[in-house]
C-alpha cells in the first residue's frame, strides 16, 4: 500500500531555530548547575554550623554538577575544584555558614528569579510566530489548489461556449456569456487573494526569524550575566576563606588557586564562539507561486496561457520596480551612515541595514518568480531555453495531486554580539588608568600638608571615620584598627610616614580618608598608604564571633 508523501515541514530546519535551540540547552545546564549551586550552599551553610557533618556528601554533588558543565570554562572548572577544599575543612565553624547564606544564596536565588522572569514570555513568543507561518504555509497550498479548481472549471466553461456559440440561440448565448464572466471575475478574486497570502507568508517568515534572533539575544546576555556572577562569589568566597587565619591556611591556598585559575573574559569569549555560529552560506526555503498557466497539459490553449503569464509577468514587474528603487535608497543611506557617522547612530545604522535585507530578500523572491514564468513562456513559444540566475535554486515537489515550487534563497545568519568585556573589567579600566605591562596606578601626588584624592570612581566602604587630608596629627594617641585590607601592587614610600608594601602583604586600617590616602600598620610599622594599591577584606562582626 503506498504511503501518503509526507507535508514539508516550512520552519524545522531553520538555521535560527537550530542556534535559538541550542543555546537553550546551554542554558538549562546553566540553571541546573545554579541551582544545584544554590543547594550545595543552602546544605552546606546547615552543615558549617554544626562542624561540616556530611561534607563529603556535599562535595560529591558539586563534582556531578561542574561535570554537566562546559569542560573549557575556567569559572565552572574553578568551581569543581572548590570541592576539594570542602572534603578538607570538617571543622570549619559557622561564620563561614553565616556569609554563605547572607550573600552568596540570596545572589543566586535572585540570578535564577530574574532569568525565570525573563525567559518564560520567550517560547510563547516564537511558537506564536512560529504558528503563524506554519499556517500561512497551509493557506497557501488550500487557496492554490481553489485557484487551480476555479481556472480548470473556467476553461472548461470557456471551451463549452466557444464549441457551442454557433447553435444557440442569442438568449442561450448571453446566458452562457454571464455564466463566464462571472466565472472570470471569481478567478480573479481568488487569484488576488492567492498573491496576497504568499506576499504575507514571505513577510510572516522574516518576523518569526527576528523573533528568534531577539531571543536568541536575551538568553546569550543572561548566560553571560550568569559567569559574571559565578565568577564574582568566587571571588567574595575567597576573600571569606582567607580571613580563617592560620587554622584554614591550607584550604585558603586551594581556594586561591582555583580563583587564579578564572579567566573570566576567556569564559564570555568562549561562550560566545559556542554559542554565536554563523552560517555565511546558509539557504532558507520559500514556497513560490505557482499558476494552473503554467501547466504544460491543460485545457486551456497556448495563446491564452501565454496572455495570462504575461499578465502576472507585468504585475511582477511592477513590484520588482518598485522594490528596487526602496533596495537603492536604503544602500545609499547604509553607504551615507557607513562613510559619515556623524548622520546617524549605530541603533539607526543596524535598523537600515536590516531593512536593506529584508528588501534583498523580497526582491530575489520577485525576481526568482518572474524568472519561472518567463521560463514558462519561453517554453510555450518555442524558443531555447535560457538559464537564469536562480536556475539552480528551484525545486519541485509533489504531493497528493498538485505539484509546487520551492526556491532557496542565501540567507546569512546574522547574530549581534556584544562586548564580551564583563562589568567587573569595565570598572577597572575606570580605577586603572596607569600604562600597559601591569604597570600600577600612579599614586596620589603629595602635597606640604595633604595628599590630593584618588578618583572619584572609586567607592569605599565604612565612610562614617573620614579623614581631611593625609597628616601625622591623627597618628599621635591611641589606634583601633578598622579591619584589614590585602595590598595588591607594590608600592615604594617616598617619605617617612608613609608605608612601603608589597602585593598579598595584610595591613591593619586604622583610618580612612576621603583624600585617598588610608593610615594604618605593615609589620609593626604605623604610616599612610595609597587606597587604591589595596582591597578590603571582610570584617568579622562580634555577633558572628561569639556564635563561632
Not at 562569589?233 to 586561591?256: A, D, R, V
Amino acid at each position: 500500500m503506498a504511503t501518503e508523501p509526507k507535508m514539508k515541514d516550512p520552519v524545522g530546519g531553520c538555521a535560527y531555530n537550530l542556534l535559538y535551540q541550542d543555546l537553550k540547552r546551554f542554558s538549562k545546564n546553566g540553571e541546573y548547575f545554579c541551582k544545584e549551586l544554590m543547594t550545595v550552599f543552602q546544605q552546606r551553610s546547615e552543615l558549617e554550623i554544626n562542624y561540616a557533618k556530611g561534607m563529603q556528601k556535599l562535595a560529591g554533588k558539586l563534582i556531578r554538577a561542574s561535570k554537566e558543565m562546559a569542560s573549557n570554562s575556567t569559572t565552572y572548572h574553578a568551581w569543581s575544584q572548590i570541592s576539594n577544599e570542602m572534603f578538607s575543612i570538617a571543622d570549619i565553624h559557622r561564620t563561614l555558614g553565616n556569609a554563605l547564606r547572607q550573600d552568596a544564596i540570596l545572589e543566586i536565588r535572585q540570578l535564577l528569579d530574574e532569568h525565570t522572569k525573563r525567559k518564560r514570555p520567550l517560547d510563547g513568543t516564537i511558537e506564536k510566530t512560529g504558528k503563524m507561518v506554519i499556517t500561512n504555509w497551509n493557506e497557501q497550498l488550500k487557496v492554490k489548489k481553489k485557484l487551480m479548481a476555479l481556472t480548470r472549471e473556467h476553461e472548461g466553461l470557456f471551451s463549452f461556449v466557444e464549441n457551442n456559440k454557433q447553435i444557440c440561440t442569442e438568449k442561450e448565448k448571453q446566458k452562457m456569456l454571464n455564466r463566464l464572466t462571472k466565472s472570470a471575475e471569481l478567478q480573479a478574486r481568488v487569484d488576488e487573494d492567492y498573491f496576497n497570502i504568499n506576499m504575507e507568508g514571505h513577510q510572516m517568515r522574516l518576523k518569526w526569524e527576528n523573533t528568534l534572533k531577539n531571543c536568541y539575544q536575551v538568553i546569550q546576555e543572561l548566560e553571560k550575566q550568569r559567569i559574571e556572577v559565578l565568577s564574582n562569589i568566587l571571588n567574595k568566597y575567597g576573600l571569606y576563606m582567607s580571613s580563617f587565619g592560620q587554622t584554614l591556611l591550607h584550604c585558603q591556598k586551594q581556594i586561591e588557586q582555583a580563583t587564579r585559575t578564572v579567566d573570566m573574559e576567556k569564559d564570555l569569549q568562549s561562550l560566545v564562539d559556542q554559542t554565536s555560529v554563523t552560517a555565511e552560506d546558509n539557504k532558507a526555503e520559500f514556497l513560490m507561486a505557482d499558476y494552473f498557466e503554467e501547466e504544460s497539459k491543460t485545457v486551456m490553449g497556448l495563446e491564452r496561457r501565454k496572455e495570462a503569464i504575461k499578465t502576472k509577468l507585468q504585475r511582477l514587474e511592477d513590484y520588482i520596480s518598485r522594490t528596487r528603487k526602496d533596495h537603492e535608497g536604503l544602500a545609499k543611506m547604509v553607504k551615507t551612515y557607513t562613510e559619515n557617522p556623524s548622520f546617524s547612530n549605530r541603533k539607526n545604522l543596524e535598523e537600515t541595514e536590516q531593512l536593506l535585507d529584508e528588501t534583498t530578500l523580497k526582491l530575489d523572491l520577485l525576481i526568482a518568480t518572474h524568472s519561472k514564468l518567463s521560463a514558462t513562456v519561453t517554453e510555450i513559444e518555442g524558443k531555447p531555453k535560457s538559464l537564469h540566475k536562480f536556475s539552480d535554486s528551484i525545486t519541485k515537489w509533489k504531493d497528493k495531486d498538485c505539484e509546487h515550487s520551492v526556491v532557496q534563497l542565501s540567507r546569512p545568519v546574522k547574530i549581534k554580539t556584544t562586548s564580551l568585556r564583563s562589568r567587573q573589567s569595565l570598572r577597572r579600566s575606570i580605577i586603572y588608568k596607569g600604562p600597559a605591562k601591569s604597570v600600577p596606578p600612579q599614586e596620589p601626588e603629595p602635597e606640604p600638608e595633604t595628599h590630593s584624592p584618588t578618583q572619584e570612581s572609586i567607592v569605599q566602604p565604612n565612610t562614617e571615620l573620614n579623614g581631611d587630608s593625609k597628616s601625622n596629627n591623627n597618628t599621635e594617641g591611641e589606634c583601633y584598627s578598622l579591619g584589614k585590607c590585602r595590598v595588591l601592587y607594590n608600592f615604594t614610600s617616598h617619605r617617612e610616614d608613609e608605608l612601603t608594601m608589597k602585593e598579598g602583604e595584610i595591613i591593619d586600617i586604622f583610618q580612612r580618608a576621603e583624600s585617598g590616602w588610608w593610615y594604618g600598620t605593615l609589620n609593626g610599622q604605623k604610616g599612610h598608604f595609597p587606597a587604591t594599591y589595596v582591597e578590603e577584606l571582610p570584617v568579622l562582626t562580634d555577633q558572628m564571633t561569639s556564635d563561632a
